[in-house]
């Protein structure tokens, strides 16, 4: 029972990382696909993890794939923060359908 | 000194976890560890997290991880639907949004729950100003901007954090 479980959350957890990676190739500039691949697969990675544990249980392998849930929900949001940051300062621009960009507009002004 | 025993603690149960072994050798290298870890990062372990120690801000802390999930969760149907729409309904663009948090600590969580919270994403933040990368720009207005993007973990955080 518990391991007809994992495996649907297994399988969940594979759909949203398939959605996110068909966000990468769908999305027009490097700021829109970082989202749809930081939250995609950060749930989706999520989900694995959390099959694993339902599998394996309270034994060695089940906790580590808890801590490994921890540590992805506090650092993969701070890899996409610092790649869209990075890629701005490069002077990468954003798509010609985007509506504003303050942070250009701040940094012409800082520079003037 | 309070500090660095805290630090010791929380390492030496991540060790612990990690072997999920009582065995004392186990144990032993462990306590080694911990003290090791606790040496090198004593710069790196945020004061604020010293806060955690009062019971209600533990508690509102625990909570804050559900109802973070819950809008991860939201965050992937969006994601869902504007990918497997033919159309492609998207309206991104940079806005800049200010926060009244104070604490680095709080601010530093602000600004990941954003990143994981439907369609936005913390570019930069340069003092109280985010800039915030928002994939379906519904409001000009800078107002209902923080009102849809910020408030909703901003009193929390406040609570837990000041």
Not at chain 2, 72 to 87: C, E
Request: proline fraction near 4%; glycine fraction near 6%.
């Amino acid at each position: 029972m518990s391991s007809n479980v994992a495996i649907g959350f297994i399988i969940v957890g594979v759909t949203f990382d398939l959605l996110g990676c068909l966000g990468l190739i769908r999305l027009p500039d490097i700021y829109n696909r970082l989202q749809a691949a930081t939250k995609s697969v950060t749930l989706g990675t999520c989900m694995i993890l959390i099959g694993v544990f339902l599998e394996f249980g309270f034994t060695s392998g089940g906790i580590k794939a808890l801590l490994c849930l921890f540590f992805i929900l506090l650092t993969s949001p701070t890899a996409a923060h610092a790649l869209s940051r990075g890629s701005h300062i490069s002077g990468f621009k954003l798509w010609k359908g985007s509506l504003m960009d303050k942070l250009e507009e701040k940094r012409r002004m800082d520079e003037n | 000194m309070k500090k660095k025993i805290t630090q010791f603690i929380v390492y030496f149960i991540i060790w612990l976890l990690l072997t999920w072994s009582l065995n004392y050798q186990e144990v032993i290298v462990g306590l080694g560890v911990a003290l090791l870890a606790m040496i090198l990062t004593k710069d790196l372990f945020p004061d604020e997290l010293m806060k955690l120690l009062n019971p209600l801000r533990l508690l509102l802390a625990i909570i804050y991880i559900p109802y973070l999930i819950f809008y991860i969760i939201l965050a992937n149907f969006d994601v869902a639907y504007r990918v497997l729409n033919p159309n492609l309904p998207i309206n991104p663009g940079i806005v800049k949004v200010k926060t009244g948090l104070k604490n680095e600590l709080a601010r530093t969580i602000l600004a990941n729950s954003i990143t994981l919270t439907p369609g936005t994403l913390t570019v930069e933040v340069d003092g109280d100003d985010y800039y915030i990368h928002w994939i379906n720009i519904t409001s000009e207005d800078p107002k209902r901007q923080k009102q849809i993007i910020i408030d909703r973990f901003e009193w929390m955080l406040r609570r837990i954090f000041e």
